[in-house]
């Protein structure tokens, strides 16, 4: 990409030292540190770090080119704009010549829920004999047997995101389905992304360090679906607390689809059941019924099957087949992920008020009678705190036993996020307290009986733990099978 290509296009307050220069622009960068020759160099202001701090070094590093919010005293050209934030998705949909316009995107937003419902919307495109490309938590996907490319966000920086939807162009990738999170709204990393498609899993509480409020949070996420144009579809799930706000912000041109349980909507479970097989209900369809036999388990998983098939409904592909491929899939990595069987240790990602509640009930519906269920978590540091005492009231009042423990700290002692969580129990007679997480799972096994159903929530498919100076590699599917079967 030549600068006349920016210039041309971005809205700009000041251009300095750009006379007579037109070079070709080899790649985008933000990180200093990894900025190559020829790059350009976006200095992103962020919540700890200012990149204008940074910009020295990346010229050293070969940046032949700056966009900036303030003139910096550099020998290269600078562009200076308002909102390096927002500049930089432009620029990286220009340099990547707007990937998203030329495939079937769809995005699924959500506190719970994202992961599974975009692997679920993946297999049934390809059910139906058609491609798809995935973009999320856990990596991004050329197709569904495809190994994980490495992902440091749920919704990539916009630089990446748009190579990796680039990449998928050059492969002919006819739709892509991708995680769409809360602060990649609010951060602009999706600006630009033509999304033909958006679904909404839920709103509940998660993240209010970053955007305080609740309503805060839902306009960060209404965003998606505001700017869905004529001829597009929405999805949104009817039993949210938040439904009717975001209905009210699709427009009437857009094709709206709603799913639920408890109240009316175009897809809809009925006599939902549970055993230790999976879940079972008759999904009515606009008035066509279908029976529905789950290997997943939980309410929350007929919630992802129902928003799944609602991309099926609203995209045209045919409803017995999806059904079909739905009923052999058992989960997702770390999501309601069984390990072992006796006793039955569950691993799930659940870290909010809503996931632990979700998923310790649907643990509840598969532990026998007599045995207890015990659940082992703990809460992240640097994040939402006043999310600790709920979720110890949540598993008080639905675990048999408890353990408390840590999960990534980060800065904060891990002793003071345990006694923030534990101010949400009535009593604590029933009660372990482990801040090492690998001697709490320990102290699970010492206490379980063969019948008993062992949760390990809060970190689900990472294989890592972020302490205050260091990250080390931590997978808790590892620690369970080492520990209660040797393995």
């Known amino acids: 990409m030549r600068l006349s290509t920016l210039t041309d296009n971005l809205n700009y307050i000041e251009l300095v030292n750009t006379e007579d220069f037109d070079s070709e622009i080899s790649g985008i960068s933000y990180n200093s540190k990894k900025t190559q020759p ?18 020295e070094e990346a010229v050293t590093n070969g940046a032949c080119l700056c966009v900036v919010e303030r003139r910096l005293n550099l020998d290269i050209p600078q562009i200076v704009v308002s909102d390096t934030t927002e500049a930089i998705a432009q620029i990286s949909d220009l340099f ?12 699924v937003t959500g506190t719970n829920g994202k992961t599974t419902v975009t692997h679920l919307i993946q297999k049934l495109y390809e059910a139906n004999n058609e491609q798809c490309g995935l973009i999320g938590t856990l990596g991004h996907k050329f197709f569904s047997e495809d190994s994980y490319h490495d992902a440091k966000h749920t919704t990539p920086q916009a630089p990446e995101l748009q190579k990796i939807l680039y990449d998928m162009n050059e492969k002919c990738i006819p739709n892509i389905v991708m995680e769409v999170s809360s602060h990649a709204l609010a951060q602009h990393r999706v600006d ?45 799930n009817a039993d949210d607390e938040y439904a009717a706000r975001f209905m009210e912000v699709v427009s009437p041109t857009v094709n709206l689809y709603t799913y639920g349980i408890n109240m009316p909507a175009n897809i809809r479970a009925e006599n939902i059941k549970f055993d230790n097989e999976g879940a079972s209900f008759i999904c009515d369809i606009m008035g066509t019924k279908y029976p529905v036999n789950l290997m997943m388990n939980g309410m929350f998983s007929v919630y992802n099957v129902l928003a799944a098939l609602s991309v099926a409904v609203a995209t045209g592909m045919n409803i017995e087949k999806c059904i079909s ?8 990595a770390g999501r309601f992920e069984v390990i072992v069987k006796k006793p039955t240790v569950i691993v799930d990602y659940a870290h909010t008020p809503d996931g632990l509640e979700n998923v310790l009930k649907a643990a509840k519906e598969i532990t026998p009678e007599g045995a207890n269920l015990i659940c082992l978590f703990g809460c992240g540091g640097d994040r939402d705190a006043t999310k600790r005492p709920k979720m110890g009231a949540i598993a008080e009042n639905l675990a048999d036993r408890v353990i408390v423990t840590s999960d990534n700290p980060r800065s904060e002692d891990p002793q003071q996020i345990i006694t923030d ?31 008993d159903v062992v949760l390990v929530a809060g970190k689900g498919h990472e294989d890592y733990q972020i302490l205050a100076n260091e990250t080390i590699h931590f997978d808790d599917r590892e620690k369970v099978r080492e520990i209660f079967i040797g393995a």
């Open 192 to 236: 630009y992304c033509d999304f033909n498609g958006a679904v909404l899993t839920n709103l509940t509480q998660d993240h209010l360090d970053f955007h305080i409020t609740m309503n805060n949070y839902f306009l960060a996420k209404a965003k998606l679906f505001d700017e869905l144009v004529a001829g597009d579809f929405a999805v949104i």
């Open 96 to 107: 990547y010549s707007s990937p998203s316009q030329k495939v079937n995107l769809i995005g």
């Open 421 to 451: 969580i534990l101010a949400g129990f009535k009593s604590t007679s029933n009660v372990i307290v482990e801040p090492d997480r690998e001697l709490a799972i320990k102290e699970a096994y010492k206490i379980a009986n063969a019948n």
């Open 325 to 332: 491929v739905l009923e052999t899939i058992r989960g997702v």
């Open 38 to 55: 020829e790059d350009l160099f976006i200095c992103l202001t962020g919540e700890h770090v200012d990149g204008h701090e940074y910009a």
